[in-house]
Structures are given as structure tokens and as C-alpha cells.
């Protein structure tokens, strides 16, 4: 597959080549084909039989040259039999995360025709992991004078999987003076409450060692369990009181680290050290610092929201008898258009011959933009005025045609730049660009420098004397253009020329 005759040294610089796929061309309606299948299906297992989907015999198989395009491996067609097969793990958590559903969609390219068809298969969830804390045991502290009725959050387990199987509730051991509610987070996560029933007696007992559980909705159901150190401190009259249970801040993602996100206030109605408050963060995070004094949160390091949208975090409130108050602070990041779209090509054809009819297909383009909302919503166009043009596809998919009658004697090639700009504000572009090699094809006729010539010749002249040149041109390339002459009309006896 390369370039044609002369110009070998070309084509090892350029992609492969397909100028043979370009006669006569006429563009494939897209169509898609969809897959259900669950995660973790061996290597080798068939997803679908993709040649019967598309109506394809097997005898087509060999010179339709089925193949998957995508930028991960995760399927491949069966050459002999057109199936598709899982070729890579599909471990669903880790390519959709906590999405409700996941879906992996791309293009199967099929030659002899060119088109492409896309795909959707759609990884369902299976109960493949169990509920677990990030820690065997955690201490609470609690005053001996907290009434009963006052709630603690507790920590939360993590369960990778989504719906049924992601976790659904927590238990407590039993425990005359402790009970547990389970609560719900705007976005329908599950978290624990410990909720004191009785005054605790730092005097008769210390300490509570009760057992956390935590268990999915699985068939059967998944569970993980922490150990919860109760101690029971001396304390004094009034804990501290936090102006707001729950704070909720907008923060945008291109914010410097250092940046102030917002500032928890609590207040303490005892005097001395008692009322001296100090902040802190219930868990550790390596994102936010929290100034123990005033209660400003601020950034540690750049935030992304394309890898995390949003944070939950407890700050806990401490005076100096040991006192302790609680509250959420939800920090929701704002998508900010810091990436530029992605262009790339599948099955590019450089060498076009020059009687291409309009609306043959150059190449299939894919456009990517990591941002989301009106930042992730691409538009591509072509620069300036060439005889091609972008075709919208599907969802960010793009087809490059002809748009008009070629000729190599005019422009041997183009320089064809595609713009790929989002809706962002203000907008982010990429430029990319291709050379657009045409082809010659033998459709110039040879043209005789003069309509007639009038030659005078000495009667004696001997047999096979010049008596004149006659000089014609072709402007086609190789073969096309090479003129050879003869006689085709003359009242003399025929001679070579």
C-alpha cells in the first residue's frame, strides 16, 4: 500500500495509505449496534456476533477486514467468525467508577467498502467487592455530660460497586447506651450516625468497644466491620455549638493552591479553657488544610474536576474540656474549560485520485474534550476554502469528504487544516492539519503545438529524410502524458515516423 511509482521515499514518512478505497466512493449511513455484558468476562468470551449484526456473511469476512477502533483494547473481531471478543479485563469500577451506568462506545472499521459502525456495549455491575473501612478500628471521644440524643458521624466504608451491590446499610453491636441511624447525603450515599440513648458515667466505665458493620444489597449481601473505641472523657457543662450543621461551598478548579475556601465558626458558652476552641479535621485529607485557631479552610494542592467533583468533609470543633461538635462542609468543584479538544484521525487517506466524485470519504475523525458541560461541546470546521468538508457523524464524530471536482493539473495537493473549537467561555481550539496528495488519472488529451503544418520538399529528396518535427504535449503525469505519433491519413504510401 504505498504511494505509487517515484515516490517511495514519501510514503515512509506518511501514515499508511488507501488510495485504491477512494474510486468511485459513496458514503455509508453510520449504524450502532448494541451489547449488554457483565464486568469481568474472561479473555476470549464472545460479546455478540458482530458479522450477523451488521448482515455480513462469513464469506465477506476476509475482504471486509472487520477491526476495532478505539483508544483501548478492550474488544476485538474474530477474523474466521466476525464475533466479538473481549481481548482486555473489564473491570467495570475501574473504567466508569461510580457511574449508574457504563458503557464502552467505539467504531468498527470495515473495508472493501470503507465504513465504520459504532458500537455500544454496555458493562453491568456484578458484587465483586466488599464494603470496606479505611482503618480496623477508630476512637471517639465523648464527654460523661453529653445528653442523650446528641449524634456523632461516624466513619463511612467504601463499596466500588454501584446500585444494589454498592453499600446499602450499617449496624451497630448491641449496646444499652448507643444505637445507630443510617443517613442518606444528597447524592444518595449512605453514612452512620451514632446516637448516645443513655448519660454516660466516665466513672463507672471508661471506655465502649462496639463493632461497626457495613453490608451491600448484594446475593448474597457483602459486609465489612471496624472496631469503634468509645472513650469517655471528664467534661465540662456546654459542648461547642457550630453555627451551621452543614456548609456548602462552590469552588472553581483552576483555584492556586493556598486559597481560602471558606471559614467554620463554632461557638462555646463556657468560659476559660473550656470555651477555647480548636478545628480539625475528622479525617486526615491531603487536598485541604483547616487552621486550628480560626477555622479557614484552605487548598493544599491544584483541584481537577475532571478527576474529582466533589468533596464531603467533618470538621470537628474541640474545647479545652474535651467537648466535641461536628460539621459537614460539602465542596462542590466547578467545571472550568482547561481543556483543549483532542483530534484524531482513523483510516486517513492521503493519495486521492483526481476524479474522485464528491462526497468520497478522506478520513473518519474522532473529537475529544475532557471538560464537561457547554466546555465539552465541540464544533469542527475547515480552514479556509478547499474542495472538502466536515460531515457531523455522530457525537463528536466527523467524517471528511470531497466537496467538488478535483484536478491534479490545476492543484496537485492540499494543505487541509481541520478546527476542532469547545463552547467554553472563553472557547479553547486545536488546529491540526494533512496533506491531500491527487492522484493523475488520464484525462487530458495530447495537443499538437500548431492545428497544421506546410512543409516544401525537394523532389529529389531521398526515401527517409527529414523534411519536418511536428511537436505535441500532454500535462498528464508517467504513462498519461508520454505522446507517441503516426500517420493516420496521407495520399503517399504509409512510412514510419
Known sequence: MGSGAGKSGWAERRPVLFPFLLSLFCLALSEQIHYRIPEEMPEGSVVGNLAKDLRLSVHELPTRKLRVSSEKPYFTVSAETGELLVSSRLDRE??????????????????NPLNFYHVNVEIEDVNDHTPEFSQNSFELQISESTPPGTRFILEVAEDADIGLNSLQTYKLSLSPSFSLINKEKQDGSKFPELVLEKPL?????????????ASDGGDPPLSGTTELQIQVTDANDNPPVFSQDVYRVNLGENVPPGTTVLQVSATDQDEGVNSEIAYSFYRTGQVFGLNSKSGEITTLKTLDFEEIKEYSIVVEGRDGG???????????????????????????????????VPGTLIALIKIYDRDSGENGEVNCRLEGEVPFQIISSS????????????DREQTPEYNVTIIATDKGKPPLCTHTSVTLHITDVNDNAPVFHQASYVVHVAENNPPGASIEQVRASDPDLGPNGLVSYSIVASDLEPRAL
Open 94 to 111: 475501574q473504567i466508569c467508577g461510580k457511574k449508574s451506568t457504563c458503557a464502552l462506545e467505539f467504531e468498527v472499521v470495515a473495508e
Open 322 to 356: 474535651g467537648l466535641v461538635a461536628q460539621c459537614t462542609v460539602e465542596i462542590s468543584i466547578q467545571d472550568e474549560n482547561d481543556n483543549r479538544p483532542d483530534i484524531t484521525f482513523h483510516s486517513l487517506v492521503e493519495m486521492i485520485l483526481e476524479n474522485a
Open 395 to 406: 457525537k463528536n464524530s466527523y467524517k471528511l469528504v470531497t466537496d467538488g471536482t478535483l
Open 201 to 213: 458515667d466516665r466513672e463507672q466505665q471508661s471506655y465502649h468497644h462496639l463493632v461497626l458493620t
